[in-house]
């Protein structure tokens, strides 16, 4: 009798809709790791999947941009509870996929469940940081309140596969946005492996949907699409980003087109801008009602 | 398609004399089933002669021709054509006048934004919101179709049908959509469901096209559904139409394949063209496309017209507009640039 096992390879597969598909097109492509070798074969995804994903995304906006904000930072809070039971999976994927010993692709873990939970506490505080009652000459309560912007396509960024990812994607629904995300194209399993997660911590399907492929070939139709209200490009070089500005502008897309491309010191904390970028500011006029001789007459 | 087709030439064994019946026979045709419906149980032993649906190669003979593959300029012909025979529908209890003129509108001009784009077929309303519908439409070549006889049920008396008819008729109803007595062809009656067509014909005369509903979802078996389709043409139906869209089950390729397959036939026989309306449960502009090459197939190119073929749905027209939209452009299309209905 041997001991020696046979291997489990895992299928990874993409994360849409709350359901783990393969590519419409059925393709995949190879994966390797940062010297090259052989590590999963990864769905290459087609137009058609980010179509889908789209519809996904906006089914599943309504009720996520409804929720109360403590609900989503208890759903944000209960993804990093499920990173911190699967860290070892992790942290093996991101040294495979940046070449970084065991000690530093933890500390890349560690700082990206810290992230969600960060991201986690700031769901029902932003409001009142960029929200608030403001000061008018009448007789009006003046509110205005940050409201999410919709259907937002993230281009992950290339090199930090997981604290990068995660780093896009929690700003972005932690203000009740939807997602549509084009994983890092040379190291995508780590984002793979997050929709399983995902999946399993109450977060609605639909809410972030995950492609991986050709960033280009996914990000354009995604950059031109009527139905997606906004793009962050951080994932895109020069190139490619200002081709996606050019199409993003047809439809009056919201765009993040960070400087420098993909230079960005990922484990700095990261401050609300990435937040405020998919926020759109409402403001509402109440008439107080008529003054009475005191001044109001509340 | 011998083994998917049974009743191809089979009918035609039980009366028709003539073997060349075609076309050119109309009169004929028609003529050698008038003994048909001589009395119930002629009808009943015409009806029940009918040769059996087999029912796995109905199925997947419906399901092979949805695998069809339609692309580019094919795409867009099937699109402009689709567009062009949806029966636009709004049949709610809290329809109200401005609701059918806003579907009135859309249906003339279903994207404002794109003047190539073709006008809907007709609109299909309740007979009370016949006038509202007419004028919505005036000065257009959409139709105004209204359902009639205590529809979704169709329980009531007769006279109180004839009467729901005569309304919307008399209010200028293009085409009439009147539901069958499921009970009574349930039941066996096939005579009684056969005079109220005949009855229904009457009334609406020359000036309105009538569509005969089975509500297929409720005739629980597709035997059944042959037998009520051949029943509906010999009263004289303009078009025979699945459904209500008030049931579960509603338009499906295998009955709407079905129902394509006895109008080949009928006509055949008798010489006498008959439309076919699937209604329900059709959203997406791929399911649309699907139909149409069901159409084809079976019934042939002849069918492939709004004079012939037509669609009851409501969202469809707003997916087949996207799609359109992301053809003509490029770009796919969403629901901000569509209407909400």
Redo the contacts between chains.
Sequence with gaps: MSDARLSVFKTYKLYVGGKFPRSESGRVYEVTDAKGKWLANAPLSSRKDA?DA?VAA?KAFGGWSGATAYNRGQILYRIAEMLEGRRDQYVAEVADAEGLSKPKAAAQVDAAIDRWVWYAGWTDKIAQVVGGGNPVAGPFFNLSTPEPTGVVAVLAPQKSSFLGLVSVIAPVIATGNTAVVIASEKSPLPALSLGEVLATSDLPGGVVNILSGRTAEIAA?LA?????NAIDLTGADETLAKELEI?AA??LKRVLRPHPVDGTDWSATPGTDRMTAFLETKTVWHPTGALGASGSSY | MPTTAPAAQDPAQDSARDPETGPAHGLHGLHALADVTASDSTLRRFLHGLPGVDTVGLEARAASLGTRSIKTTAKAYALDLAISMVDLTTLEGADTPGKVRALGAKAVRPDPTDRTAPAAAAVCVYPDMVPTAKAAVAGSAVQVASVATAFPAGRASRAVKLADVQEAVAAGADEVDMVIDRGAFLAGHYLKVYDEITAVREVCGTSARLKVIFETGELSTYDNIRRASWLGMLAGADFIKTSTGKVAVNATPANTLLMLEAVRDFRAQTGVQVGVKPAGGIRTAKDAVKFLVLVNETAGEDWLDNHWFRFGASSLLNDLLMQR?KLAT????????VTVD
């Design positions: 179509r789209v906006r139709p031109a699409h009527q139905d997606v199409a047809d439809n | 939209q490029g770009r796919y299309s969403g629901p901000d640039y």
